[in-house]
Structure formats: structure tokens, C-alpha cells
Antibody, heavy 122, light 107 residues
Framework: EVQLVQSGAEVKKPGESLKISCKGS????????IVWVRQMPGKGLEYMGI????????RYSPSFQGQVTISADKSISTAYLQWGSLEASDTALYYC???????????????WGQGTTVTVSS | EVVMTQSPATLSVSPGERATLSCRAS??????LAWYQQKPGQAPRLLIY???ARATGIPARFSGSGSGTEFTLTISSLQSEDFAVYYC??????????FGQGTKVEI
């Protein structure tokens, strides 16, 4: 079964650092892009950025460039999203998702993780 | 950055009726458009990609159409499990993607 399993909920204080993870299984991890998506409480979906674990090619949405770091360790089929200094406004649900692929090429996100809740509060 | 605008924000429909959701792009995106369904407490689910291709396991009552800047998601006969929020999303190989703000389909 193809799946993405994310790390558990986090509660942090402003200024702290954090790294959350997304582990892929049931497919060749290095052949598919992994996307990170933010959902703030009661709000819609926001694209944060994307990484290709095969060569670590990474792109960021302009809204998140410089705010977070996306990385991957292909040896353990895991992608990461990290913050150097959290703010209260980072409180949200974060999803990882796989960019799908078929004979027509890459398309949208066909497999999603369960989400990781991050709460930043003093 | 391409801006995706969905309408209406909320759509009130009765079970068995047809629902039509719209998504407009601020510039042409060809057919690089996906639709997702999100129910409360759940991760989004891919319904449609490449504007009109149904994802694996998606019922035939869901259909997508459009190209360029205007897109439509149609649910031919709403079932109780279809009441949810629906998002459109533009994707391309420049990897700078955006979502619409969502349409809530309610009873």
C-alpha cells in the first residue's frame, strides 16, 4: 500500500526550532516529488514547496521562501519540513503529499499524509 | 504567481441534485488543474487531475472540464458523503503552485 506517514503533533514555544517528517512507503520514494501544504485553523490549503528526493531539487512558494527549509533523506525514504525560529503564526496543520505520475507525466497530489499539527504558544 | 479564484464560496444543494463549482485562473494554466475534496478532520483527496481525468477510485458522478483560465467541477447527483470543501489547484513544471480558496458544498 502506498502511504505517507507523518510525525506526531508538536507543541512549541515562540523562537524554538522544529523539524517534522514524512515517511513514504509502498513505492519508489526517489521517483516522486513530495509537496508540503499548510492549513491554518479554519482556513484553506496553501502550497509551501516541493522536493524531489532523488536529487534534492527543492522549490519554495514565494510566501514561504526563507521561512522554512524542506529536505529529504532518500536512504530512509523521508522528507522533512523545518523551522529555525517558530512564531505563533506558524500554528497550523501541515500535510505532505506525493505528486502523482502517470503515462501523461506528473500531475497533482495523489497520496497525502495524515497531517501534523504544530502549535506555537508561549 | 497564478491566482486561483473559486466560486461560489458556499453552495447549498439537496441530495440528488447537481452541483457545479467554478475555478478561474488569473492567467492561462492550460489543463494543469486538479480538484480536491476535503472533509472535516481528513486530509484532502485528489478527485480530478489534468482538468478532466478522474483519479483512481473516484466515482463517475465527479467530472471536470475546462482549459486555459476557466474550469468546472460537476457532481452529477450529490450523495450524502459529497458534502465537503472542494479546492482547485494549479500545477506546472515551474513548481510554483497555488490553490483556490475553496468552495464549501453544504446541505
Amino acid at each position: 500500500e502506498v502511504q505517507l506517514v507523518q510525525s506526531g503533533a508538536e507543541v512549541k514555544k515562540p523562537g524554538e526550532s522544529l523539524k517534522i517528517s514524512c515517511k513514504g512507503s509502498g513505492y519508489i520514494f526517489t521517483n516522486y516529488w513530495i509537496v508540503w501544504v499548510r492549513q491554518m485553523p479554519g482556513k484553506g490549503l496553501e502550497y509551501m514547496g516541493i522536493i524531489f528526493p532523488g536529487d534534492s531539487d527543492t522549490r519554495y512558494s514565494p510566501s514561504f521562501q526563507g521561512q522554512v527549509t524542506i529536505s529529504a533523506d532518500k536512504s530512509i525514504s523521508t522528507a522533512y519540513l523545518q523551522w529555525g525560529s517558530l512564531e505563533a503564526s506558524d500554528t497550523a496543520l501541515y500535510y505532505c503529499a506525493r505528486r502523482g505520475f502517470d503515462s501523461g507525466g506528473y500531475f497533482g497530489m495523489d497520496v497525502w499524509g495524515q497531517g501534523t499539527t504544530v502549535t506555537v504558544s508561549s | 504567481e497564478v491566482v486561483m479564484t473559486q466560486s461560489p464560496a458556499t453552495l447549498s444543494v439537496s441530495p440528488g441534485e447537481r452541483a457545479t463549482l467554478s475555478c478561474r485562473a488569473s492567467q492561462t494554466v492550460s489543463t494543469n488543474l486538479a480538484w480536491y475534496q476535503q472533509k472535516p478532520g481528513q486530509a484532502p483527496r485528489l478527485l480530478i487531475y489534468d482538468a478532466s481525468a478522474r483519479a483512481t477510485g473516484i466515482p463517475a458522478r465527479f467530472s471536470g472540464s475546462g482549459s486555459g483560465t476557466e474550469f468546472t467541477l460537476t457532481i452529477s447527483s450529490l450523495q450524502s458523503e459529497d458534502f465537503a470543501v472542494y479546492y482547485c489547484q494549479h500545477y506546472d513544471n515551474r513548481l510554483s503552485w497555488t490553490f483556490g480558496q475553496g468552495t464549501k458544498v453544504e446541505i
